[in-house]
């Protein structure tokens, strides 16, 4: 990028350490008006620090920033904010019991006058609806935030950035929680942001967003810069090679092998689960994977929290490798061989200030512990094993859960489950937010534990993922199951009309 005018923002030979590790070392960026950056690089490469960086929520140990033109010291959030700067971070920040207007104004009430009086609530109502409509949202500005989707969160955020003036946003894996749908609504969003000559950073393991959204890329490994593409030279495989430092095989699902008809293990009949899953049926076999796809609404996550235990189902029978099963809470479920690997993992998968040993070896404690005593011994070894297989970055198996990055905490979480050998294996949303490395580790993985003859059942977003690991793909569809579909049906196609409740002939029944 040449200097001059043409830039917006210039960071250059930024380092940041934290105990143990170095996050960043010596990285540079730039961005220019309207110009769509992608930042990529593998998990724990250092994107959202140097975002942080740049927010103003962390200060760097060297380097310098130029805003402008212009020198910056971005010591707090505030000051970076008075110079334009949004950063949308990936956990979403809003105030939940707050509406839409109050968290479009938070930190930055509008004022009027020289004493900067607060503006009256209506005033604030009228702002805000207008900057609602600038983001496409239809939601009234009295909207509780906590009854909106994460795409219209996604929404108020980018509102939020656009009363301060922003005019660098960035953008923290903003699709993670998004569906489909919200997802192209964004891209639009985004397209008009830089018509309006907005700089935008985008940070996103999702390869096809970034080829379609980006002007260039930036990519960083271990905290380094590795260079730059343009979107004319950006290929899907030169993109990876660049984050991973090596060639990785285009072709990461494994082969599926042709297995002799096996047991049912699990028979769901007639479940009824409150608010959720209306009447559902259907089987899965042992050593099976079995794909659930749909859209928001679907409830998918409903259904497996009611296999789970966690809503128990209202009516309906379930049995277990030919047995009743009827869990009232998650813990009859564990008993039972049923686990499940939620789809929030902050919320319900993790200990934050814990460590990743024991973070490891949590659900599991009672097979590490003799005679009530922990065995530290191998809970260390079972830790320090899929910390090695799915390249977890952190600097020991001692560091607190907290500390690693987005991704490497998933992998945490992940990483507990897939070391266990239950019946049936529920996976919410298992490679969110995971890097195109650790993913093929984890399909590895997965085909490996299914060949054991456990049941693994995936819930996903990700069509490729459906497709590529999927033995059967049962498609939900407001609440209900609409089609299931055995390896030789499976298409895009096929799974995307019944996704959307488009009838269908054909497709097995349940
Ligand atoms: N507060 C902290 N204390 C210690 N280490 C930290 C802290 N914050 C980040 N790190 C470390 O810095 C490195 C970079 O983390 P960062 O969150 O920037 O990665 P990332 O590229 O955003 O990864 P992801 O794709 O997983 O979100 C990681 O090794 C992480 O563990
Ligand atoms: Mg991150």
Do not use: C
């Amino acid at each position: 990028m040449t200097q001059g005018a043409k830039t917006l923002l210039k960071m250059s030979g930024i380092t940041k350490r934290f105990p143990g590790v170095i996050a960043l070392s010596g990285v540079s960026l730039s961005l220019a008006p309207g110009e769509v950056l992608a930042l990529m690089g593998e998990n724990g490469a250092g994107k959202s620090t140097l975002m942080k960086v740049l927010g103003g929520a962390q200060s760097p140990d060297e380097g310098s920033i130029e805003v402008d033109g212009r020198a910056a010291t971005l010591s707090s959030v505030r000051v970076a904010k008075s110079l334009g700067i949004a950063l949308i971070h990936q956990e979403l920040m809003l105030a939940p019991n707050l509406d839409i207007a109050a968290n479009i104004f938070l930190g930055s009430e509008p004022g009027r006058g020289p004493l900067l009086r607060p503006l009256p609530a209506r005033e604030m109502k009228q702002k805000a609806a207008a900057l609602l409509s600038r983001v496409g949202l239809t939601a009234s500005p009295s909207t509780q935030v906590s009854l909106l989707t994460a795409g219209q969160m996604q929404m108020v955020e980018i509102a939020k950035a656009l009363a301060l003036n922003a005019r660098i946003i960035i953008m923290d894996e903003p699709t993670s929680s998004l569906t489909a749908g919200e997802s192209e609504h964004l891209f639009q969003i985004i397209g008009q942001l830089k018509a309006d000559g907005i700089g935008i950073i985008y940070i996103s393991h999702r390869m096809e967003e970034v080829m379609v959204l980006a002007d260039r890329i930036t990519v960083l490994r271990d905290g380094k810069y590795v260079g730059d593409l343009t979107r004319a030279e950006a290929t899907h495989d030169k993109v990876v090679a660049m984050m991973v430092g090596r060639e990785l095989s285009h072709h990461y699902f494994p082969e599926k092998v042709e297995r002799p008809p096996a047991e049912a293990r699990l028979v769901v009949d007639h479940l009824l689960v409150q608010g959720a899953p209306l009447g559902v049926s259907f089987h899965a076999l042992r050593g099976e994977i079995l794909g659930f796809a749909g859209l928001l609404g679907a409830a998918r996550t409903e259904l497996m929290e009611a296999l789970f235990g966690v809503t128990p189902a209202l009516s309906g029978s379930m049995t277990l490798d030919g047995k009743p099963y009827m869990p009232a809470r998650a813990r009859d479920a564990i008993q039972a061989g049923v686990y499940l690997a939620p789809e929030d993992r902050k919320r319900h998968g993790l200990v934050l200030p814990m460590s990743v040993a024991q973070n490891t070896s949590l659900p599991n404690v009672s097979s590490y512990s003799r005679f009530g005593y922990l065995n530290r011994e191998q809970e260390r070894r079972v830790a320090g094993a899929e910390v090695e297989r799915l390249h977890t970055k952190t600097p020991s198996i001692e560091q607190r859960v907290v500390n690693l990055s987005g991704g490497n905490q998933q992998k945490v979480v992940l990483g507990k489950w897939l070391a266990m050998t239950p019946r049936v294996l529920i996976l919410d949303e298992p490679t969110r937010g995971i890097d195109v490395g650790a993913k093929a580790e984890i399909y590895r993985h997965m085909a490996g534990l299914a060949e054991q003859g456990i049941t693994i059942l995936m819930v996903s977003s990700d069509m490729e993922e459906i497709m590529g690991m999927s033995d059967r793909v049962v498609v939900m569809h407001e609440r209900r199951i609409r089609g299931v579909l055995v390896r030789s049906e499976l298409s895009q196609e096929r799974i995307a009309k019944l996704m959307t409740g488009t009838r269908e002939e054909g497709g097995q029944a349940a």
